[in-house]
């Protein structure tokens, strides 16, 4: 099946500091994008589409300065925590729509997420 | 809004015996999908149904929809103790492919 690769698995870094994360589909290739967060034993919050080659859509409430998304390839998304503070600390999970027809491209593939702590 | 509300929150049962997950959604979808979280981990896609279909099999998983009551169950049989995980319904509004994810039912599956 679709692979989905996310890195790093797990971060921990120091207030005021920022932190990138990607999220590359392995062995297709993806226009759309998606970033997700997840709290303990809570649902996943979209937080944007990201679409390859255009600005990244942002759902109400998320900062675009503070969460930079860049889709520079149709296989590498990037999500990048800006000034990250202790709030932002969370589980971040990313996933990847195939490029084809319909039968292929309405259900999601999944990295294996961020884990981002900040001290 | 939150769209797809599983219940039960929390379900534990012993290996053998099946486990029903339901989920209800307040808007109209074209599909609605069931996925599969261990713990600290992503996602895996189980099973999509469609909105004119009304029930649909893949191995050991079962998936009714019932767009007149706006809801679906998650059917798993025999279940084994490798089934311990997260079970998210996810809606599908037709909007760019954008998933709605419900709260989630964890499930413990006990040897």
């Known amino acids: 099946g679709a692979v989905v690769s996310q890195h790093p698995s797990w971060v921990i870094c120091k207030s005021g500091t920022s932190v990138k994360i990607e999220c590359r589909s392995l062995?297709?290739?993806?226009?759309?994008m998606f970033w997700y967060r997840q709290f303990p034993k809570q649902s996943l919050m979209l937080m944007a589409t990201s679409n390859e080659g255009s600005k990244a859509t942002y759902e109400q409430g998320v900062e675009k300065d503070k969460f930079l998304i860049n889709h520079a390839s149709l296989t590498l998304s990037t999500l990048t925590v800006t000034s990250a503070h202790p709030e932002d600390s969370s589980f971040y999970i990313c996933?990847?729509?195939?490029?084809?027809?319909?039968?292929?491209?309405?259900?999601?593939?999944f990295g294996s997420g961020t884990q981002l702590s900040v001290l | 809004s939150q769209q797809g509300e599983e219940d039960p929150q929390a379900l534990s049962i012993q290996e053998g015996e099946n486990a029903t997950m339901n989920c209800s959604y307040k808007?109209?979808?074209?599909?609605l999908q069931w996925y599969r979280q261990n713990s600290g981990r992503g996602l895996v896609h189980l099973i999509l149904?469609?909105?004119?279909?009304r029930e649909k099999h893949s191995g050991r998983l079962r998936v009714t929809l019932d767009t007149s009551k706006k809801s679906s169950s998650l059917l798993i049989t025999a279940s084994r103790a490798a089934d311990t995980a997260s079970y998210f319904c996810a809606t599908d509004g037709g909007s760019n492919y954008k998933l709605t994810f419900g709260k989630g039912t964890l499930l413990t599956v006990n040897p």
């Open positions: 996933s990847a729509r195939p490029t084809g027809g319909l039968a292929t491209n309405e259900k999601l593939f």
């Open positions: 149904i469609r909105s004119n279909e």
């Open positions: 808007t109209s979808i074209n599909n």
């Open positions: 062995d297709f290739q993806a226009t759309t």
